[in-house]
């Protein structure tokens, strides 16, 4: 008779809670202290986004008696992500919408600077440069932000999954 696997789901659930409360910890700490991302908090911050997913994955080869596949383990990653990413993606949005919309404003700047200086590089004709920097202006807004966040973890946790999951799979 074939071993039943535990269902993904809880453990999904709590450690991706835990993921998007660590993740929105950080944007709140940077924020609060005028911190600018550098290397060593994202080393940090990479490194605490791996153990969290590791050991996630690990409570479930423990508790399913020792066993894990390649799937099982991408599967925990990706809906680690996903909640995680969820709620970090709900708050981000709120942050850049309410908190700190002088950071969106800011950004737009810097984007229109950067596009004029295209703009007149390449010489664009008016509709195009209008086109161009409408474009741009889509970019930088709290929804467009917490999307790219939300597909970053997604993508981050997969990964980590991926090779958490071939570390630890068993053959």
Same mark, same amino acid.
């Given at each position: 008779?074939q071993q039943e696997d535990?269902?993904?789901?809880p453990?999904?659930t709590? +450690?991706g809670?835990?993921?998007?409360a660590y993740?929105?910890?950080?944007?709140?700490?940077?924020y609060?202290?005028?911190?600018?991302?550098n290397?060593?908090?994202?080393?940090?911050?990479?490194?605490?986004?791996?153990a969290?997913?590791?050991?996630?994955?690990?409570?479930?080869?423990?508790?399913?008696?020792?066993?894990?596949?390649l799937?099982?383990?991408?599967?925990?990653?990706?809906?680690?992500?996903?909640?995680?990413g969820?709620?970090?993606?709900?708050?981000?949005?709120i942050?850049?919408e +309410?908190?700190?919309? %002088?950071?969106?404003?800011?950004?737009?700047?810097?984007?229109?600077?950067?596009?004029?200086?295209?703009i007149?590089?390449q010489?664009?004709? %008016?509709?195009?440069?209008?086109?161009?920097?409408?474009?741009?202006?889509?970019?930088a807004?709290?929804?467009?932000?917490?999307?790219?966040g939300l597909l970053s973890?997604?993508?981050?946790?997969f990964?980590?999954?991926?090779?958490?999951?071939?570390?630890?799979?068993?053959n």
């Amino acid at each position: 008779m074939q071993q039943e696997d535990l269902p993904v789901k809880p453990y999904a659930t709590n +450690f991706g809670v835990i993921f998007g409360a660590y993740s929105i910890l950080i944007l709140v700490l940077l924020y609060a202290f005028s911190y600018q991302t550098n290397a060593g908090i994202s080393i940090m911050n990479f490194i605490i986004n791996v153990a969290i997913v590791w050991y996630a994955i690990h409570l479930y080869k423990i508790d399913n008696n020792g066993l894990l596949d390649l799937t099982t383990s991408i599967k925990l990653g990706l809906a680690i992500g996903v909640i995680g990413g969820l709620l970090y993606a709900a708050y981000t949005y709120i942050h850049y919408e +309410f908190i700190q919309p %002088e950071y969106i404003a800011e950004i737009k700047s810097s984007m229109k600077a950067e596009m004029e200086k295209e703009i007149q590089r390449q010489q664009m004709s %008016e509709g195009d440069a209008e086109m161009t920097k409408g474009l741009s202006s889509v970019f930088a807004s709290p929804f467009v932000l917490a999307t790219l966040g939300l597909l970053s973890i997604i993508f981050k946790t997969f990964l980590i999954g991926l090779i958490v999951g071939l570390i630890k799979r068993n053959n």
